[in-house]
């Protein structure tokens, strides 16, 4: 079975800071891999997907992601971030019957 | 845009009540999907339904159940609360069953059970 690993609960950084939220999976035949974020007191929305062809994948809000197959990562980067980036960050990877797969999720948090 | 609402965004009920739990989509999607969401634990998949009254359990269906008898309409039912369901719920919709993975979240029921 697949499984999600996000190895930070929390990441403080300062604001305008460069900033990674790591994940790992399990590895499979196919991977289609995504970055969901959840803002207070909001739903989830996707935030960028991996679905094949090049492995750096640009998302929502100026965020981007690098596919890493043989480390079985799929980190999520942003360079420069803003106080409106805070939020909780969820990895996920879809499973052999269409559904997704969650990791425990990462609270970014952005300090002045 | 996608929109999902759920019925209420807090929710306060006592040990043993039924507990009814409504989400609307307004996309014409056929999947929809309730998941509870606990710190530490990232989303788990309660109960999933790719069509009226169809329904094929998650990971944590225990306790639970679910109706959809319209396209639109996904309700959670908790036949007789108990404490440990105290939980952020929430619904999710997507497209067809092949594109499951992009779905649309309402913004959540915070359910506290005493």
């Known amino acids: 079975a697949q499984s999600v690993t996000q190895l930070d609960s929390q990441v403080p950084v300062f604001e305008e800071a460069p900033v990674e939220l790591r994940c790992n999976y399990s590895s499979s035949v196919s991977v289609y891999l995504f970055w969901y974020v959840q803002y207070p007191n909001q739903g989830l929305q996707l935030l960028l997907k991996?679905?094949?062809?090049s492995t750096l994948v640009k998302g929502i809000n100026g965020f981007e992601a690098e596919f890493n197959k043989s480390q079985t990562s799929f980190h999520l980067r942003k360079p420069s971030v803003h106080i409106s980036d805070t939020a909780e960050y969820f990895c996920a990877v879809r499973d052999s019957n269409y559904q997704l797969i969650w990791g425990a999720g990462t609270k970014l948090i952005i300090k002045p | 845009d996608v929109k999902v609402t759920q019925s209420s965004r807090y929710l306060v009920k006592r040990t043993g009540e039924k507990v009814f739990l409504e989400c609307v989509q307004d996309m014409d999607h056929e999947n929809m999907f309730w998941y509870r969401q606990d710190p530490g634990l990232g989303l788990r998949l309660i109960y999933f339904s790719y069509d009226v009254k169809m329904k094929e359990k998650g990971d944590i269906p225990e306790g639970y159940s679910v109706s959809r008898e319209k396209k639109e309409r996904f309700s959670l039912i908790l036949e007789s609360a108990s404490t440990n369901q105290t939980s952020m719920y929430l619904c999710a919709s997507s497209l067809l069953r092949g594109y499951a993975y992009e779905q649309y979240f309402g913004p959540g029921t915070r359910l506290t059970v005493t």
């Open positions: 991996y679905l094949s062809g």
